[in-house]
Structure formats: C-alpha cells, structure tokens
C-alpha cells in the first residue's frame, strides 16, 4: 500500500451521515432534472470510480466497516464508514474521510490514526491482509438543497458495481441529511415522486459488491439473518426487525419485476408474513395513528401475492392435465401482482413504513416512554413465552381439531417462528444457542406438517372457486399420515425446551 505522507497536514471530515436512499427505474432519472425542488438549483456532474478494499476474509464487513478509495475530479479520497445501524432503508454511519495521494489507503502514515481510526477498530494483523475487493463506477450529479429548513445533499447514481467479472446496476438517488430532522428526507422524496417512480432502496453499494462477490444476486432472496445484540432497546428491535423484512421484500420484488418467478414471489411473500407478524408481536407498542393503514396495505398486498402462490403450490401438486388448466389463472394472478407492485400504493407503503419505523409517533411520542425504550430482551422473553402457550394449549387435539381449527394453530406456530428467529441474538451463550436450535427444529417440523395439512384442505377450495374439477384432491391414506405427523411433531414440540429463559 502507497503512504500518505505528502498529504499531511489536511483535515480529515469525520460526522455522522443520515441517508436515505431511493431506487429509481432507469426510464424515469431523467425526469429528476425536471422535478420541482430541483429547477432553479445547479447539478454539479462528475464521473466517479470507487475501490472498495478489505481482506480475503471479509474482516471490515465483519466488523461493520467499510473502506474505499475513490477518484473524482482529480483528487483521491479515503472514507471509512461505521455501520451504526440501519433503521428500514434509513442508514445512520460514523463517516471518515481524507485526501490520499494515489488509488490506495493510507494505512501505514501515523498522522492517519489519528484522522481515520482504522488501527483502533482492527488489529494489525487485519490491516496487513487489506486488498483491493470490488469497484463501483458511477457518474453522479449532485445537488445542495434546502428543504423543509433542512440542509440536504442530493446524488443522483447511474452505473454499476462490478466484482469477479460480474456487475450489478446502480441507479439511486441518495438523500443525505447535512443538517435539520430526518423527516425532511422522506417529505424531499416525496415531492420527487410527484414526477418519479421511487422506491425505497435498501442496499449501500458496498452491499451490493459483497454480494456480488458472494454470488448471491441472483436468485430469490431469503432474510439476511438477523442479530439483535443483548442490550437493543424494544423501539431499536422492532426497526431492525423492520428494516430486515424490507430488506428481503425490494430484493425479491426487483427480481419479480424483472421475471415472474415463482420462488422470489414465495420470498416476497414471505417477507410479507415476516412484517405483518413483527407489527401483530409489537402491536401494544407500535399502535399509534399510522398502525391501522400500515397493516391493511401490507394485508393486502400480502393477499395479492397469496393468490399467486396458491396457484404455483397447486400446480405443483397437480397432475399435467390440470395443470395445463390452472395456468391460465396463474397467470391472471401474477398479473395481478405486477400491477399491485407497480402501482403507488405498494410503492409509497415500503417508503411510508420506513419513515413510520423511524420516525413514527409511537416512538417519539410514545403513550408510555418506558415501553418503546425497555430492554427487548425482557419484552421477547414475555412474547416467547405468550406465543409458545398459545400453539401448545390450540394444539392440544391436533387430531380432532377441524380444517379451520388447524389453520389457526399454523398461524401462531408460523408467528412463534418468526418470533424465534427475531429475538434469538438476544439471548447469547452455548447452552442459549443449543436449546434454541432444538427448538427451532422442532417447531419448524410441527410448521411443516401444518403447512402440507394446509396445502390439501385449500387445493380442492381453489380449484372450486376457479370451476375446475380434479388435480388436487388428498387421499384419505394421505391426510390421515399427515395428521399423525402433525400430532407427533406437536407432542415433541411441547417437551422442547425454551431457549430465552
């Protein structure tokens, strides 16, 4: 690595960015010069080359930091970034910045420990194994506003992150805020999108070059796992728990826009069910004036893709007759989806949950202060522990409990996992890790043998409801050996000890 000696004695730029950032169709940036805000304000425009660098092993990424080194306009600029947290598509990062002389860090001037403090967070040993790992080349145009009383920064990115032979687009607009409330950032996007399709964007391009490096872009997206450090505050669980299932919801959507696939339609899907079960977990806390239109808009969306989904697992299911005559209806029903994913309710709903999670008058003027800033460690052990009586007590009869009845049990089964893979960060220690394991095991046997019940009593339903007759009627042998693999994965389910306490 080059040093830095001819560039001491500049003052390196160390603060804390708030950013929000919006994906916008590559069809639509250019309407961005037209948009109101920005019709009497200069764009400054420049061609920017990015080298982002870390270790083999990916220890930065590990440690929550990023390191690049980007050229623009003639000059070389070092930044370090902390991830402080993100909170839904709202990114909080401690940010360095210093000038360097050539396309590589500084790492071995004394003067830059004390500037950028690379040598504080990470061993020596760490540093020596730095390489360069992914670059971004993008060209910006740039624009200072005021808005709303607030100092903004407004970049505009088209171009690509590429890693391994390999590339992903970047087309964005980032908001960052200089000075003033955040909620000046979602009030600026939202007389942008007056003119624009904006949604809500959820990747940092050093993300985007990890994933790249890691070969997962492609293919339907399930959650990033999520780890709530001991400590985390309930308000700061619930928007990470947010933030988590936003994240899963735009990459599978992008990808379902792009193809109809089935598994990406199940994840976003899924990232539905995710959310909709953190605002039924949270209720008592988040329930404010928001709450009611946010959770009907997630429904019914989550219906919209259900309907779809229903038709992919009954289709697999079916013999190649009656597959051949439920097509059509499926794809009736994906057209329905990418009309409700076009369309700005779903949009602004991604936008509006992220401002809400953020934001929201639950957290800044919460009916009861001590709820929203208790430890989730405890408001989790109290759900674990109410979630879990419940499937255990509704599923007691498993065996003579009707259709209705055991769709009801796979609720709050599917809830009580959700809730398992939520808080289980909260609760650290081998003996923690080991039950948590074995309960997650068996309450994702009891979940599958639910679901497989589930799938058997609704195919004959929807093939009802869409006049078709045959391709998915059970046996009686079939439901009759699902049942007992249900009752048994529930006997074993209720002796599986709790992980939380």
């Known amino acids: 690595m080059g040093t830095a000696a001819s560039m001491r004695g500049r003052v390196a730029i160390t603060n804390s ?12 940036m250019a309407a961005l010069t037209g948009a109101i805000t920005l019709c009497d304000t200069p764009a400054v425009e420049l061609e920017q080359r990015a080298t982002y660098y870390d270790t083999p092993a990916q220890d930065l990424r590990s440690a929550g930091l990023s390191l690049r080194v980007r050229h623009a306009g003639g000059r070389y600029v070092q930044t370090l970034k902390a991830d402080n947290g993100a909170s839904a598509g709202l990114f909080a990062r401690s940010e360095w910045e210093r000038e360097v002389a050539v396309d590589e860090p500084a790492l071995d001037d004394p003067e830059a420990d004390s500037q950028m403090p690379l040598r504080t ?34 970049v505009a990115d088209r171009g690509e992150v590429a890693a ?56 339907a997206f399930k959650p990033t796992p999520l780890t709530l450090p001991p400590g985390t505050s309930t308000a700061g669980a619930f928007a990470a728990i947010v933030a988590n299932c936003l994240e899963q919801f735009r990459l599978n959507e992008d990808l379902l826009r792009r193809d109809a696939c089935p598994e ?80 700005v309710r779903s949009r602004w709903l991604m936008i509006d949950l992220a401002q809400w999670a953020a934001l929201g008058a639950w957290r800044t003027e919460p009916s009861d202060v001590a709820l929203p800033t208790g430890p989730a460690e405890a408001f989790a052990a109290a759900t674990l522990d109410r979630l879990r009586r419940r499937v255990k007590r509704r599923g007691r009869d ?68 869409l006049g078709l007759k045959g391709g ?8 009759s050996a699902l049942l007992v693999k249900a009752a048994n994965a529930h006997r074993e389910f209720a002796e599986t000890r709790q992980f939380w306490r």
Not at 17 to 28: A, N, P
Not at 138 to 146: E, F, K, M
Not at 424 to 441: I, N, Y
Request: with cysteine.
């Open 17 to 28: 960015e708030i950013e929000l950032k919006l994906d916008v169709d590559q069809s639509d």
């Open 472 to 479: 998915g009627q059970p046996s009686d042998g079939q439901r």
């Open 264 to 343: 990406a339609l199940h994840q976003a899907r899924v990232a539905l069910r995710r959310l909709r079960s953190a605002l039924s977990i949270f209720r008592r806390i988040v329930d404010d004036g928001e709450f009611a239109r946010l959770r009907d808009d997630c429904r019914w969306l989550a219906a919209t893709l259900g309907e779809a989904r229903d038709l992919d697992v009954l289709m697999g299911r079916s013999d190649a007759a009656a597959a051949e005559r439920i097509g059509p209806a499926r794809d009736d029903a994906y057209a329905r989806v990418m009309e409700a994913l076009a369309s």
């Open 121 to 154: 967070l990470l061993p020596d040993v760490v540093l020596e194994r730095i390489r360069p790992a992914f670059r971004v080349i993008v060209t910006r145009r740039q624009w200072q506003l005021i808005h709303q009383g607030a100092d903004i920064e407004l």
């Open 164 to 219: 391994n032979g390999r590339s992903w687009p970047v087309c964005e607009i980032e908001l960052e805020l200089k000075s003033g409330s955040p909620a000046a950032l979602f009030a600026l996007a939202r007389e942008l999108g007056r003119s624009m399709s904006l949604r809500l964007g959820m990747l940092a391009k050093s993300e985007r070059g990890y994933r790249l490096l890691a070969g997962s872009d492609s293919g």
């Open 398 to 465: 498993l065996l003579a409990l009707s259709d209705e009845q055991r769709h009801r049990v796979r609720i709050e089964a599917k809830k009580l996992r959700y809730a398992t893979d939520f808080f289980a960060g909260l609760f650290p220690g081998e003996k923690a890790k080991k039950r948590h394991a074995a309960f997650l095991d068996a309450l994702k046997k009891l979940q599958g043998h639910l679901g497989d019940l589930n799938d058997l009593a609704t195919g004959p339903l929807v093939l009802a409801r």
